[in-house]
C-alpha cells in the first residue's frame, strides 16, 4: 500500500480544520510533521489535494472527490483498531444535536443508549440547525439531529419524531387572557425569538408567512431558556417548542396562545453524511431513533 493511516488522518484533520497549524494542534505534531506528511502524500500519487489560499488550505476538486472515501477508510480502520484491542464498546460516537432537541430529546436518549450497551461513549455537542448542518458536511460529528428543514446534496435527512411551536405570553399579559389570537393580535405584540440559523426561527418564520414583515421582533436570543425569562417578565410573546414549555405550563409561570388558524408543526431530523460510514455504534443509534 503506496499511503499510511497518518496520511489519512493528517488528510482529514487539514480538511476539517482548513490549517496545517490547527491540524497539528488536533494531532499533537509539529506544523512541519503535518505539512511533510502532507506532501509527501501529494507526491507519491502525483495529485493536489488542497489549494493554497493565502495561509488557509481549501480542498481542491481532487481532494473533496476523495475525502468522503478517506473518511470511510479512517472509520474502518478505527473500527478495526477497537477490535483488536478487545474493546468494542470503546469507541466514541459523535452526535450533534440542536439547542431543543440537546436539551429535552438527546440526553434520555443518550442515557438509554448506554445502559443497553455499557461501555459505549456518545459525546454530544449542542448548536444550532446551520452550526450542526456545516459540521456534519465537514464530517466534525457523525450524525446531527436538527429542527429545521434541508436541502444540501452531500447530506440525507430522515424525520424521527414530531415536533409544535406554541406561541406563548406572561400570564399578566393583555393577549394571554383571549381565547385565540388573531393576526391582528400577532402583529400589535412585541416578540423575543431565536435567532437567525436555528430551526425554531426557521418553523416560526414559515408559520408567519404572510404577515411576518409586519411583527415587531424586539429581540433575537440563541438561548430558549433566556427567551422564557424575557417573556415571564412581559417583554412579549414567545414561539418556541411544546418540549421546551411543559413545565412553565403546568407551574403557570407562561401561558399558551392558541394561534389556531396558522400551522407550527415541524419535524425533528437525522442527518448523516451519504458518504458516511455506517458503524456499529452509530447504526445502533439510528436503530435506536427508529
Known amino acids: 500500500m503506496r499511503y499510511t493511516l497518518r496520511q489519512l488522518e493528517v488528510f482529514l ?4 480544520t482548513g490549517s496545517v497549524s490547527r491540524a497539528g494542534d488536533e494531532l499533537a505534531m509539529s506544523q512541519s510533521a503535518v505539512s511533510g506528511s502532507l506532501a509527501d502524500l501529494e507526491r507519491q500519487f502525483d495529485v493536489r489535494l488542497f489549494d493554497r489560499v493565502g495561509r488557509r488550505l481549501r480542498l ?6 476523495l475525502r468522503a472515501r478517506a473518511e470511510g477508510v479512517w472509520d474502518r480502520a478505527r473500527e478495526l483498531e477497537n477490535a483488536l484491542v478487545s474493546q468494542p464498546d470503546g469507541a466514541c460516537l459523535r452526535v450533534g444535536a440542536t439547542l431543543t432537541i440537546g436539551n429535552y430529546v438527546a440526553v434520555p436518549l443518550m442515557a438509554r443508549f448506554m445502559r443497553e450497551k455499557p461501555g459505549s461513549l456518545v459525546r454530544l455537542d449542542i448548536a444550532n440547525t446551520e452550526e450542526i448542518v456545516r459540521r456534519v458536511a465537514n464530517f466534525e460529528i457523525d450524525v446531527g439531529l436538527i429542527e429545521g428543514e434541508l436541502a444540501h446534496s452531500e447530506l440525507a435527512v430522515s424525520p424521527f419524531r414530531d415536533d409544535e411551536l406554541v406561541v406563548f405570553a406572561s400570564p399578566t399579559h393583555p393577549l394571554a387572557k383571549k381565547r385565540a389570537l388573531t393576526d391582528a393580535d400577532l402583529k400589535s405584540a412585541s416578540w423575543i425569538v431565536r435567532e437567525h440559523g436555528s430551526g425554531t426561527r426557521q418553523a416560526f418564520d414559515r408559520a408567519m408567512t404572510g404577515i411576518l414583515p409586519e411583527l415587531h421582533l424586539t429581540l433575537e436570543l440563541q438561548h430558549t431558556e433566556v427567551i422564557k425569562r424575557a417573556v415571564e417578565t412581559g417583554l412579549g410573546l414567545g414561539c418556541v417548542s411544546r418540549l421546551a414549555l411543559a413545565d412553565a405550563f403546568r407551574a403557570k409561570t407562561l401561558k399558551p396562545c392558541p394561534v389556531p388558524h396558522r400551522d407550527f408543526r415541524r419535524l425533528f431530523s437525522t442527518v448523516l453524511h451519504r458518504q458516511k460510514h455506517i458503524g ?9 431513533l427508529r
Open 13 to 16: 484533520a487539514v480538511a476539517r
Open 60 to 65: 481542491s476538486d481532487v481532494g473533496r472527490a
Open 280 to 288: 456499529t455504534e452509530l447504526r445502533r443509534w439510528l436503530a435506536l
